[in-house]
């Protein structure tokens, strides 16, 4: 099957998905001549891990999965959500690059709905197994949501700040 598909796209093919978890609206929003919501940005405070039971658990280890929760706040630092995730981690060598993958599942539980999403990301193996360093912008599509976002899909980039904090800024197509 080489060939068939680019790495990016298999690793894609193979997540079952990403739930984009709660955001925080940071700024003016774009709306459409229809009315609907074009883009918009969150801030994510930084991630708390849920407890492993096993006390051996290394958390970028092939196979892993953790779990995490994070407030969601607005430009002003008002709550606005929340965030739950869960990422599972994968060491894949493909044509002779090692690498380390992690097939993200995202869940934004916001005030009026909530906003799904999925993707992967890819850190080649002179940048793993330390995640918290490599800061390059991931890309997730978003497969839903609910209520003021029944019916959502685009894309949602996050980028981690300096800080530990997230952004997420999502662009909505029709």
Known sequence: ????????????LAATGVLVGALVLSGCSNVSSAGQLDSFSVIQGAPVLADHPDPDFIP??????????????D??????????????????TLDGVEEEDRLRELVF???DGQLICMGASQYAASRVPDFGDDNA?????????????????GTVVTEK????????NFIFVD
């Open 1 to 12: 099957m080489k060939g068939l598909f680019s790495r990016r796209g298999s690793i894609a």
């Open 75 to 92: 430009s002003e630092g008002n709550a606005f959500g929340e965030l739950f995730g869960q990422v599972t981690t994968l060491d894949i």
């Open 137 to 153: 912008p991931v890309t997730a599509v978003i497969v839903g949501g609910t209520e003021a976002y029944t019916g959502a899909r």
């Open 161 to 168: 700040l300096d800080d530990g904090t997230f952004t997420h």
């Open 109 to 111: 539980n916001l005030n």
């Open 60 to 73: 970028n280890s092939t196979g892993a999965v953790l779990f995490f929760a994070a407030d969601l706040r």
